[in-house]
């Protein structure tokens, strides 16, 4: 059967951060029109949120994460370029020193590492450019990359993950998953193949769909604590992925990386490996605004070379949208954290559960909004070990705003 007439089509890098694919069948909510020749777009999320996070080490805060995409497409020769910027006002939003998250770490704060806090986004987000070229009926050439930007490594991000779309907070294995989304300084290249009209040694190929094989060299720093400005560096690090997208509801892929100096106070290099499968699939007669229902399953691991240790962590999250303007969604997490006590003599990781159960309702659903009142409730796992400074059973909720566009254009 070939792709036309199963009915499969190449994921969609409108509905993706970097080159990452979600399952075709993923409609991003966002504005669309046509200008000429150019069609533009514009998708986003806002959460005006109170956070309470649990146990002595938590604290309660009103915060905003948020981030708006624009997005403009043309025709180019033969092939088609899409430009991309994503901004973030979160360095205005977030609390001092950060969004309160209990077991979160990365990145730092007034030159101190950040601890049971998730750091603001960076002001660009992203500025970058693909172009995808066909060079034959098989085979697409892509070519992408910006001053910041995301390279080959990981899954989507969570923060356009249709899976994640109605949580407000990162999980806790960001950093072993996809903390690499605001790379500052990236190239990648690679191949696209249509794997139904490739005939290798009549081998069935066509249940593999497409195939996608590419790599990046990149800056591997994080991004420092100026939030507005862009730290280009050297392209000091590398990362490949490939990627499977068998049907319009199914993506898997696997990628690996080496990062060069990731972290500001730690000197160690980074080994970093990423396995995830998305599942996406289209309710009530497949019209994503009736219902849909999408779940990611993503194992993310980094070797840090100079304490030579391995960090593990494991996600599986899923939201469920019924009855047009209802929202369900959890995420379950397994993650190793051996950076909770940074001025400690050593570093043993500990085991952290995050499980959390939300719900979002639209009271503003149509063409041009979608504006949802939800909450959530998050319950831990961990060492008993660390029950005198988080607890023995610490629990943590939001109660939101979320905001964003609707369908218009599509």
Do not use: C
């Amino acid at each position: 059967m070939n792709m036309s007439e199963s009915g499969l089509s190449i994921p969609s890098f409108d509905a993706s951060s970097g080159t990452a694919w979600q399952p075709a069948s993923v409609a991003e909510p966002m504005w669309m029109l046509s200008r000429g020749q150019w069609e533009l777009m514009l998708h986003g999320t806002i959460f005006i949120t109170y956070n309470q996070q649990g146990g002595p080490r938590g604290e309660g805060k009103a915060e905003s994460t948020n981030y708006a995409m624009t997005m403009e497409q043309h025709r180019l020769g033969s092939g088609t370029l899409l430009l991309r910027q994503m901004f973030s006002a979160e360095s205005l939003t977030s609390p001092h020193p950060g969004f309160p998250e209990l077991f979160q770490t990365g990145e730092t704060y007034h030159g101190q590492p950040l601890v049971d806090h998730q750091h603001p986004h960076n002001v660009f987000a992203e500025l970058a450019a693909v172009y995808t070229l066909p060079v034959s009926e098989k085979i697409t050439w892509l070519l992408y990359g910006g001053p910041s930007a995301e390279p080959a490594l990981g899954p989507v991000t969570y923060m356009h993950r249709q899976s994640a779309s109605e949580n407000p907070e990162a999980p806790l294995g960001h950093h072993l998953q996809d903390s690499t989304h605001t790379s500052f300084g990236v190239v990648t290249t690679g191949f696209i193949f249509d794997m139904s009209k490739l005939d290798l040694s009549q081998l069935d190929l066509s249940k593999l769909g497409f195939v996608k094989v590419e790599g990046s060299a990149f800056n591997g720093h994080e991004p420092n604590e100026q939030r507005w400005s862009i730290q280009l560096a050297p392209l000091d690090s590398w990362s490949f992925r490939v990627t499977d997208a068998p049907t319009r509801n199914w993506t898997a892929q696997y990628s690996y990386g080496y990062l060069q100096h990731p972290e500001a106070l730690d000197p160690s290099n980074e080994l970093r490996q990423t396995a995830s499968i998305e599942y996406n699939r289209p309710l009530s007669g497949g019209k994503l605004r009736d219902g849909n229902w999408a779940t990611s399953l993503i194992w993310g691991r980094k070797h840090k070379e100079l304490e030579n240790t391995t960090q593990n962590s494991y996600l599986l999250e899923s939201t469920l949208k019924f009855l047009t303007r209802n929202y369900a969604y959890t995420r379950l997490e397994l993650v190793d954290k051996d950076e909770l006590f940074p001025q400690a003599a050593t570093h043993p990781a500990y085991r952290i559960g995050a499980y959390t159960f939300g719900g979002v309702r639209d009271f503003v659903h149509d063409e041009h909004w979608q504006i949802g009142l939800g909450g959530d409730v998050t319950f831990y796992s961990k060492p008993a070990l660390l029950d005198p400074i988080y607890g023995d059973n610490p629990v943590s909720f939001h109660v939101f705003v979320r905001i964003r566009p609707g369908f218009m254009g599509h």
